[in-house]
């Protein structure tokens, strides 16, 4: 007699998934942490553990190379790219909840995101001929009788711009579907007793989305560490910031193997990149989780 | 009128925020099509010259014919290894079930930049990086995660009566994953494929970094992009967004009327 948990089928279908992810991604990431140790000699990877690389690194880490600096570039980028990014999409969010009819909603919500299935690259393209010394906006000022020009393109504001196009329409169905969850009936009673609506807002629909906040804010921080095209197409690789004309972390782990392809420093460096952002999300879930309790409280 | 005031500005930034997420894809086709060589103002009239060019030059067709080729193959696999694994996880108990769930949503909190590193590492351990191959392998692991995660959804809809009624009637398990889990399962799988086949499309840094001379569409195109502004990318961004545009109705016919009904009683 067939009982319901015990079968060769488990075995049989969990098989591809475990084995495709050892060895496709465990095996990798594994062999990443240990490259990072290997040594060049005579231009090949030698394996074996030396901490050739990580000396290299952080003995000119804020001068010569300059990771140090960029990856501080990449927090700041990052961290702001993720408060705007957040903050619009959670504008846009409370405006497709409140401002648009229900049965409209569906319709506003997936018009929101069709920029998302247009491909990555060719959107930052657009956003370069749109921003660019003579692009779309340039030329229009020009058009008006303007000698103003606007002046983003090969500047972080650029490369912040890419991100935030990017990251909007995700971080909108996350905010959206966590507006959404807010009890209607709460608000309603907020209002029955004497509520403004700025009052419902900051009392009652802002505590309550906090955690739909702190998870768009972190999924924003990760993925804006972890670019490079936005800062090599729309920061121009180096793109000023008040920190300096300085690469963003992604940026220079991209550079850093294509003119020198030593694969145990660039090894190294994205090891490091993923003990910051580990650093980085155990802050976020710490936070969220904060915030979540203070809400169930 | 107050509340009119506060529903009038959430349509006010709506209308916005439409502007600000369209303008590229606006600029992207207007531009396709006219014969400005710096996309800019004044417009200098319509033309077709940058679509003929593009297949003319044939390197962003060629491109565009490697992603045809590996994405729908790492779509269809990640999806079939999604399926199985997703039945498994709905209907089995297991130790160590938390930690494989986990496991498998790694893939999307890493970025792909370093996944990237570290493909490139093993992949030219065994000489096979630079290879089409690679990017296929590479891409089914990436991209198994969001189709598990859409297929679980359904199945979680599904009744558990419903295969216990063709168990009990005689069917064997296989021949109710077949018969009865699988139909039920098959719009989840579909946009589960559609999904995958998306992300695999547009995915640029690991294949940037796997990928030799048989470029995919986004290496290509960011080849082409960081040597100068050429038309031609607004003819195949516009030909892409199309396409996309296919897909993303397909997605809406197909998937959503059941993936947000509620679970069947």
């Not at chain 1, 702190?214 to 800062?231: E, H, K, N, Q, Y």
């Not at chain 2, 093993?122 to 297929?151: E, K, M, N, Q």
């Not at chain 2, 018969?179 to 098959?186: D, E, G, K, T």
């Amino acid at each position: 007699m067939k009982t319901p948990n015990d079968s060769p089928i488990k075995l049989l279908f969990l098989a591809p998934l475990v084995i495709w992810i050892g060895v496709m991604f465990l095996a990798p990431l594994l062999f990443l942490l240990w490259v990072g140790f290997w040594h060049i000699e005579a231009y090949r990877a030698v394996p074996g553990f030396s901490l050739t690389n990580y000396a290299e690194i952080f003995s000119s880490f804020f001068t010569g190379s300059r990771y140090g600096w960029a990856l501080l570039q990449s927090l700041w980028v990052a961290g702001t790219t993720a408060i705007l990014a957040t903050a619009f999409a959670y504008a846009t969010a409370l405006a497709l909840a409140f401002a648009v009819p229900p049965r409209l909603q569906r319709a506003a919500l997936l018009f929101a995101i069709v920029p998302f299935w247009s491909s990555y690259v060719l959107r930052l393209y657009a956003w370069q001929t749109i921003l660019s010394g003579n692009g779309v906006i340039n030329s229009l000022l020009k058009q008006a009788g303007l000698s103003w020009k606007f002046e983003v393109i090969y500047t972080q504001i650029a490369t912040r711009i890419g991100l935030v196009h990017y990251l909007a329409p995700i971080l909108i169905v996350i905010l959206y579907v966590s507006v959404l969850s807010i009890d209607r009936v709460l608000i309603e009673a907020a209002r029955e007793l004497g509520c403004t609506r700025w009052q419902v807002f900051t009392r009652l629909i802002f505590p309550l989305s906090r955690f739909g906040l702190l998870t768009a804010g972190s999924f924003a921080v990760i993925v804006s560490l972890g670019d490079a095209l936005s800062g090599n197409l729309l920061g121009g690789g180096a793109g000023q910031s008040i920190l300096g004309k300085l690469p963003t972390y992604a940026s220079m782990i991209m550079s850093d193997y294509s003119s020198a392809t030593n694969l145990p420093r660039t090894s190294a460096l994205a090891t490091i990149l993923i003990v910051v952002m580990v650093a980085a999300l155990v802050a976020g879930v710490a936070l969220a989780t904060a915030a979540r309790r203070k809400v169930s409280q | 009128m107050k509340r009119n005031a506060w529903i009038g500005l959430g349509r006010l930034w709506l209308g916005l925020a439409y502007a600000f997420m369209f303008l590229p894809l606006v600029v992207l086709i207007l531009f396709s099509l006219q014969a400005n060589r710096f996309p800019g103002f004044p417009l200098q009239g319509w033309t077709l010259q940058w679509y003929a060019r593009l297949f003319d030059d044939g390197t962003l067709i060629a491109a565009l014919g490697h992603t045809m080729i590996v994405s729908p193959a790492a779509a269809s696999v990640a999806t079939i290894i999604a399926f199985l694994a997703g039945y498994a996880l709905n209907r089995f108990t297991f130790p160590g079930k938390t930690a494989l769930l986990g496991l498998v949503t790694l893939p999307i909190i890493i970025p792909p930049l370093i996944l990237g590193v570290g493909f490139l590492g093993l992949l030219a351990r065994i000489h096979l990086s630079g290879t089409l191959l690679a990017v296929f392998l590479t891409h089914v692991v990436l991209i198994t995660a969001p189709a598990l995660a859409i297929i679980q959804l359904r199945l979680s809809q599904m009744p558990k009566a419903l295969e216990e009624a063709a168990w009990d009637l005689g069917a064997s398990e296989w021949q109710a994953v077949r018969r009865v889990v699988l139909p039920f399962a098959l719009p989840g799988i579909l946009g589960a494929w559609l999904l995958a086949f998306t992300f695999s499309f547009d995915e640029f840094i690991i294949a940037w970094f796997v990928s030799g001379f048989d470029q995919t569409l986004p290496v290509a195109i960011y080849s082409v992009l960081v040597a100068a502004i050429d038309p031609s990318l607004n003819a195949i961004g516009t030909i892409v967004f199309a396409m996309s545009c296919a897909v993303l109705i397909a997605l809406e016919v197909l998937l959503i009327p059941y993936l947000i009904r509620k679970p069947d009683a």
